[in-house]
């Protein structure tokens, strides 16, 4: 069963995971956005949908994250050692590779070291909480890995982040040598084109319902939808909601959504390190100031809902707050008071995702409304994230699927201008990430995010829906981590 | 007048016009087949225009606001109907140079004007076209394109083409002007031929003599009117209306020689230009010219432009193989040779626009540099040139004041507005043209007029030498006669030196003290013009005589010997 | 041309004033409107010209304002509706003529003028002389080399702004207009007239701009109008790259941003679309009018 | 006559020696400059998803610390012996650009192939009537589809062939391993798209360039020898033409090569153009500064072919004449 059964909040959107089950046997064709010639079937280079959807069923994970819990896959068991500083890993037996060797511990060992190599163009990130090149093998299913920090919960880290395990002393990941333990194997591949994918029928979880996967990489939004519309595909990723509110004719199609807790939350992170945004008035008072239904209407065309200003709703542990009320009185109250009248706000965009720009030149026009000199400053891709830059900026806008919120809210600790340097809120992110029950977590979870919601340094001011353009018999979609990148190993035409 | 059942082409009260006023007016014409009807007159009189009209074509600006154009008593006026040019009447324009296609070799170019022909007989009918007009007939000659033939060769493509067809009727606009005599009889021989063959034609020609041994018929034009028409042998003889009267005057006066001045070392323009009484005269008045020609500093003995060892080459083809040559202040030195000789290069070497590969040019014993634009201001205007081909060599959009001016300016530094309107006037003055045609563009303009708009831009900057290539080709005899009356005049009251570049034996013989035979890109024979071309004899004959006597037959003269000069 | 000459009333033919040249001119099928539609059309240029310049004052909003909500169909307050930010498409249009036209009309002017002098110079140069074809072509071949995004990329990095816009879309038009004119003017400066020109020593820039420029005008003009499309759309990928120095409401801007929508609010497209598309056909048939005097004669 | 011995060949040879040179000079300027863009390959990469310490790292990691100099000698070392480098998604670039480079080239080829008759007929059709409703409706519409960004074509024949009357696919899905010449229904719209706005320039200067021919003496005295339109234009018209749209032909089709960004990405097409884009974005600079390199070379090639023409299709320097 899929993990977004909740119906899509919008109307006349279907639902990603539908009552029907899919077939035997067929071909699946799916478009989604891809990263042209840089894609890859090395399951730790590629960063585009199409790399994440495709990886995802040639490779497994030790862990899998489903409504937003660790589920065991390749490994059975994570158990953290007394002192937080390391855990014993149990690995699922009778696991085959698709060249039919067996899936052992000198395997996964391999592939901690391959993946947090410090010559990878992308070193696994995991690597901030696990020394992962110091993996003793124990047995043949069992390993023992170190940690760098106490953490509680190794085996949602492993499921949060793109660690898949691939044999034993591969580094090259050519279309014969792409090896996994997925549902499918490589068949064809062209980067940027087409990968074709046939069924793996030793596969551990069960052989899949469908006999070939097709994914096409088709950066245009547009083509995608048009690839689905003219036949040429029958499910396309991430679709624009423009395209949703126009509506698309057809009897056989249909517009779906991934649910309400897989929405992605839309943001602006204020730099809490500079002047105005050190002040929580001001902070506070930029929350005030924003108008999200509105920019939930414009940006989103209605396609989601008001954000409460904590990241990844929907996520386990989320707290569920209202959004604060638009209060442009209060605001400028808060400004005046603070002595922040007039102050500059810089505002930085590029259009990471689509959204980013527009949302922010009306988040700035809102800011000025309550007295701050806004400007937004908007750059392309490739100078986005400069560190330098944005330290100076205080204001970045940012997005977020529903992570486990220790990735989101590690991620953003180790970036000085996305940090909130807060005692309390750092205490209790300490605490959350050592605490070994599930009672703990909730409550240290609780805890930082009350900060945070007090006065916090984001202002996640709407979450999205992910729409998909599917023909009606496309079924078996599931959701993982994100609902950008959906699971296709069990997904077939009903 | 009506025209019978044999006439071919007729024109009935032609009136054409421009926005200033009427080119023809009232036009009268028939040709029945196999006639041959010369039209002559003055420049400008109308008579390119009139040909254009019997093709059925008219020039941008002027309007037919009367009368009409038949052929075969179908109208062709204001549209000719398909079929009738190139294969019932063939054309052969003024001015070859403009009109050559110069992306298509000699070859194309006459095939095109064939027509269709099957594969087998198209290098035949080319060399066949070729060796009619007397051009060789062989394949890297039928390769070449316009711009590596000569001035010459180039009309007699044009020709060749006109003749591809065999139409009822040629219509030739000066067919002759740039050929050697030689090449002209030989052309002449072969229209002789077609006409025999009952070939009808239109001639315009200013060459009276030519017209007399071919035409049938004569029209004499005059400002666009039929001044007067009837029998060759009569209007020739006897010309009725003053405007014939004029030109068969000055077409078989021998023209007044205009012997140079004592070469008396120390004379020069100088003194007496500026002592010259400020009346009459139009070019050197009132100005102390300003150029090196009246200059004290190159009052020195010899020659004022000296040339030693030209070689020039265009491409890998050597033209000129180390040629020799001086003009004295004063003098006029005519320059003979036959169609695509070189004389064209020379001339242009001499101005430095083709740079010489080898050799000095000298003025008054300064070398210059081989190309103009290593030359300084004094240079560059003390010697003058009148390119072969006048519809080139005037700017399309650049009106005629404006080419006046140019020199004026740049040459003389003369800035003051009055003063420069005054000297166009006199330049315009001086080769004849009324002050009105300051305005106008070249295009509005006949190809006489251009000649001597081009002349009068040459004379502007006050050379001290001017060279002179075909600069009367395109003139009727009225208009040559008065050209060279102002070279002469030129020549007497400023030294100027003129280099004479013609084809005209009689032109030669009557206005130049020298004579300069090139042959084979080297200097055949040189000598004072009463020597080589004694008077008496016909100059054609003579001119085909030194032309094709064999190298070295004609000696230099004592004349060259006692000027301590040897120039072969 | 002839204004100020005396003119003898001796004269048979006297000139006439300029337009006789003009009419006169045009090859034997060119057309012969006359002044009357010329100064229609001229009029109407002007007309679309004051409008295009007075747009941001005549805009019933700014241009950042969003009065409604998006893609809003054509209303009452907004005749041609509303745009994905809630902007109004007209006050958009309205604002977005005048930096575009300035912007494209100065780029292409600059760079037709500094391409058609360096194809126009090395012509005149010719065989004789090496050096000003690899002073100015081989040069200009290096710039054309680099594509024109990375230009753009290149020079708004080292001069954001405007000013850096104007500069790269005027270099990314050189190399190319140097070429037009430098094919165009090699047909022509072996003429006896351009000949007698440099042998009286006129300046460079005299034989350049009055013996070889107007018999190659025809061919710079169509290439300098076209490129002015090409400098609207530079400026559009100026910004889609993120790179500053355009507008919020350049007319490319503006489509580029609309054209995700377009199937909601045809509109927002269309518009813009349009005012380039006007623009565009005016400016090329104003070059070619302009050009028409000099075009006849070349050969 | 043999070309390769005479002026042209000479030219040629010249041409050819300073077209190395500038690839030399081309190849400083790409690196450095490209180098010099704004934004950090490292954390263009990396997005949010990484610490300054292991931005910096990363840096070391890939020797993006040393002087530039020093890397750009290793980049030529390096492209001369055939690898342009690893790109920072960690592929070698040579793989990334192997097949695109290929495919773009395709696409502009078969642009070129048909704007060469195309813009000839239309150019001179218009440039035969000037000023007449026949030209101004081609000089028109020629403007009109120019001043239409591609992409607005692009999606408008999408909708048009593929939603529409479903006559062709509306995404050019070329199968993993086939080339796209075997697909020529994925190459009509793409193809087209390009025609249509790259023809516009072409038409303009050939109709500009061919009306003053038209106009010219040579033109009217062939009229005068009754040499029939067809021949006119064939033998005297064209020819003085085709130096000036030879230029524009072979500059336009490499510049479709990297230019056509927006066709590829509204038909998917797997090509160089989105590649460079992608890359500018990602601030891949090792897959920008390969990029540019083919594409500087293809367009310093196409202009040596340029002039090589021009001097080939003008018989007076051709035949090495005066000036
Ligand atoms: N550009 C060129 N390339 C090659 N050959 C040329 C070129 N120009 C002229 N020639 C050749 O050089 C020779 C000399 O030419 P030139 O024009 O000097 O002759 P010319 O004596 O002036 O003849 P004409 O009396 O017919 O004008 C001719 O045979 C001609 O074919
Ligand atoms: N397009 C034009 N516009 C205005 N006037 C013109 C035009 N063409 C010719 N003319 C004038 O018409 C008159 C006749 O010109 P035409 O060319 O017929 O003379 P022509 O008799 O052939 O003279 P030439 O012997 O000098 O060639 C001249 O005065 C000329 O200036
Ligand atoms: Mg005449
Ligand atoms: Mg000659």
Known sequence: GGSSDTPGGTDGAASDATSDTPVEGGTLRAVFAGAGASESLDPFAGTSPVDFVRNDVIYDSLFILRDGAPEPALATDAEPAADGMSFTLRLREGVLWHDGSAFTADDVAHSFRYMSSPDRPLPSELQMYFDMGNVTVEDEHTLTVPTVQPIGDPATMLASFPAKMVRSGATDFSTENAIGTGPYRVAAFEAGRETRLTRFEEYWGGASPTDELVFSSVSDPQARVNAVRTGQADYAGDIPFSTAKAGIEGSDLEIRTAGDTNRTGFAFVLNANRAPFDDPKVR??????????????????????????LFCKGARYFSEARPLKRDLEEARRLVKEAGAEGAKVVARSAEYEAGYNDSTKLFVQQLREIGLDAEEQIVSLAEFFDPAALEEADSVTFSSSPLPLPVIYGRMAAYPSFALPDDEFGAAFGEAMAARTDAERRTAWAKAQDVMADRGNTVVWGVADILSLARTNVAGIEVRDQAKYPYLGKAGLA | MTADSSTFLTAEGLRLETADGPVLDGVD????????????????????????????????????TG??????????????????????????????????????????????????????????????????????????????????????????????????????????????????????????????????????????????????????????????????????????????????????????????????????????????????????????????????????????????????????????????????????????????????????????????????????????????????????RRERAAVGLVAQNPAEALHPRQDVRTALVRPLKRLCGITDRAELDRRVRDLLESVHLPPGFAGRLPGELSGGQRQRVALARALAARPSVLICDEATSALDTVAQEGVLALLAELRARTGLAVLLITHDARVARDASDRLLVLADGRVAATGPTPVLLPPGDSPEEQVTRLLTAPAGAVRPTPYDTDRGASLV | MSGGIPTAPMSPTAPTAPTGGIGTGGGSGTSRTG????????????????????????????????????????????????????????????????????????????????????????????????????????????????????????????????????????????????????????????????????????????????????????????????????????????????????????????????????????????????????????????????????????? | MTLLAGPVGRRLALRVATGGALLAVLSLLVFVGVDLLPGDPVTARLGPNATPERVAELRAARGLDEPVLTRYAQWLGGLLRGDPGTSFSGKPVSEMLADRVGHSALLAGLCVLLLVPVSLAAGLYAARRPGKP????????????????????????????????????????????????????????????????????????????????????????????????????RTAVVPAVLPVAVQVWLVTGVGLVGGAVLVERVFAYPGVGDLLVTAVLGGDLPVVQAIVMILGAAMLLALVLADLAVVLLTPRLRTGGAV
């Not at chain 2, 006639?35 to 225009?49: D, I, P, R, W, Y």
Request: hydrophobic fraction near 45%; glycine fraction near 12%.
């Open chain 3, 35 to 299: 002044p009357r539609a010329a100064y229609a059309w001229w009029g109407l240029c002007a007309t679309g010209l004051l409008l295009i310049l007075l747009g941001p004052e005549l805009a019933p909003h700014g241009p950042t304002a969003t009065p409604g909500p998006p893609y809003r169909p054509p209303a009452a307050g907004a005749p041609l509706g509303t745009d994905h930010l809630g902007r109004d498409v007209l006050s958009m249009v309205l604002h977005g003529g005048r930096p575009l036209l300035l912007t494209g009309l100065l780029a292409v002017g600059i760079g037709s003028v500094f391409g058609a002098s360096a194809g126009l110079l090395t012509a005149l140069a010719g065989a004789r002389s090496r050096l000003p074809r690899m002073l100015l072509m081989r040069p200009l071949d290096a710039l054309a080399a680099v594509p024109p995004v990375l230009l753009v990329l290149l020079i708004l990095t080292a001069l954001p702004g405007r000013v850096g816009l104007i500069t790269a879309i005027a270099l990314a038009g050189t190399p190319l207009s140097a070429r037009v004119a430098y094919a165009a003017a090699e047909q022509v400066v072996g003429r006896a007239h351009v000949e007698a020109a440099i042998a009286r020593g006129e300046s460079r820039c005299r034989l350049l701009g009055r013996e070889v420029l107007p018999l190659v005008a025809g061919a710079l003009l169509a290439d300098a109008g076209i490129r002015f499309t090409g400098a609207v759309y530079l400026v559009a990928a100026a910004g889609f790259l993120g790179v500053g120095g355009s507008s919020d409401a350049d007319w490319g801007r503006l489509i580029v941003e609309a054209l995700p929508g377009a199937s909601l609010q045809p509109l927002a497209l269309l518009a813009p679309v349009l005012a380039v598309a006007l623009v565009a056909v005016t400016v090329n048939l104003a070059a070619d009018s302009a050009g028409h005097r000099s075009r006849k004669v070349l050969a």
């Open chain 2, 29 to 64: 014409l028939s040709l029945t087949r196999g006639e041959s009807l010369a039209v002559v007159g003055s420049s400008g009189s109308g008579k390119t225009t009139l040909a254009l009209a019997l093709l059925g074509h008219l020039r941008d600006g002027i309007r037919h």
């Open chain 4, 134 to 233: 026949a030209d101004r409706t081609v000089s028109t519409g020629a403007l009109l589809l120019v001043s239409v960004p591609e992409f607005v074509i692009a999606s408008g024949l999408v909708l048009l062939f593929a939603v529409g009357l479903g006559l062709l696919p509306a995404v050019s899905l070329i199968p993993a391993g086939d080339h796209p010449i075997r697909h020529p229904d994925m190459l009509v719209m793409p193809v087209l798209s390009l025609l249509l706005v790259a023809s516009a320039y072409s038409i303009r200067v050939i109709r500009a360039c061919a009306v003053s021919v038209l106009a010219g003496p040579r033109v009217e005295f062939l009229r005068l020898t009754g040499v029939r339109e067809r021949t006119i234009l």
């Open chain 2, 67 to 376: 009368g009409r154009v038949r052929v075969r008593g179908a109208d062709i006026l204001p549209h000719a109907p398909a079929g009738v040019r190139g294969s019932l009447i063939g054309y052969v324009g003024q001015d070859p140079g403009a009109a050559l296609n110069p992306y298509a070799r000699i070859r194309t170019t006459l095939l095109t004007a064939a027509g269709r022909l099957p594969r087998g007989e198209r290098d035949t009918t080319v060399r066949r076209l070729l060796e009619r007009v007397g051009l060789p007939g062989d394949t890297a000659f039928a390769r070449r394109y316009p711009h590596q033939l000569s001035g010459g060769q180039q009309q007699r493509v044009v020709l060749a083409a006109a003749l591809a067809r065999d139409p009822a009727v040629l219509i030739l606009d000066e067919p002759t002007t740039a050929l050697d005599p030689p090449a002209k009889a030989g052309v002449l021989r072969e229209l002789g031929a077609l006409r025999e063959r009952g070939i009808g034609m239109v001639w315009i020609s200013h060459d009276l003599i030519a017209v007399g041994a071919f035409a049938d018929r004569v029209i004499v034009l005059d400002g666009g009117r039929i001044a007067e028409e009837g029998p060759a042998r009569r209007v020739l003889t006897a010309p009725r209306s003053a405007a014939g009267r004029r030109l068969v005057a000055a077409g078989t006066r021998s023209t007044a020689r205009h012997t140079r001045t004592p070469p008396a070392s120390g004379r020069a323009g100088a003194p007496t230009a500026v002592t010259a009484p400020d009346t009459g005269a139009p070019l050197h008045g009132a100005n102390p010219p300003d150029t090196a020609a009246g200059s004290d500093s190159g009052k020195t003995d010899g020659p004022v432009l000296r040339a030693s060892g030209l070689v020039a080459r265009h491409g890998s083809t050597t033209v000129l193989h180390g040629v020799d040559l001086a003009v004295e202040d004063g003098e006029c030195l005519a320059v003979l040779g036959v169609s695509g000789v070189g004389k064209s290069t020379l001339a242009r070497c001499l101005t430095g626009l083709h740079p010489a590969a080898a050799g000095t040019v000298a003025l008054r014993g300064t070398p210059l540099a081989p190309d103009v634009r290593g030359r300084d």
């Open chain 1, 284 to 309: 506070r008072a930029a929350r005030l100031a924003v108008d999200r239904a509105r920019l939930v209407e414009t940006v989103l065309l209605g396609y989601g809902e008001p954000g409460n200003d």
